[in-house]
């Protein structure tokens, strides 16, 4: 699974994100049809997948997932505890930072 980054395409949604959320950093990214939000936060990362036409499979939210625990700094997080919301079009993860 490739992810792109479509950031620039997304303006509107991270100016949102930075005006009325602790976001520090927002990127959005597009796999197929499933859009990527990765969000930097002081307490947490956030890596919400959305995908309006079908449900969301495990082996994708494994591989996004994967993909960005690959991204963020080694030592930040503990990969064995984050929370997830699962919805059939929808998977939020939110990783604490240590």
Request: aromatic share 8%.
């Amino acid at each position: 699974m490739k992810l792109i980054n479509v950031t620039n395409s997304h303006s509107r949604l991270v100016m949102q994100q930075l005006e009325s959320t602790d976001a520090e950093m927002v990127k959005v990214y597009t796999a197929g049809d499933i859009t990527v939000v990765y969000t930097v936060a002081p307490t947490h990362y956030e890596i919400l997948l959305v995908n309006e036409k079908r449900a969301i499979m495990k082996n994708e939210v494994r591989d996004i997932k994967n993909y960005f625990f690959k991204k963020m700094p080694t030592g930040t997080f503990d990969p064995e505890h984050f929370t997830i919301i699962e919805e059939p079009h929808l998977v939020e993860l939110s990783i604490p930072i240590l």
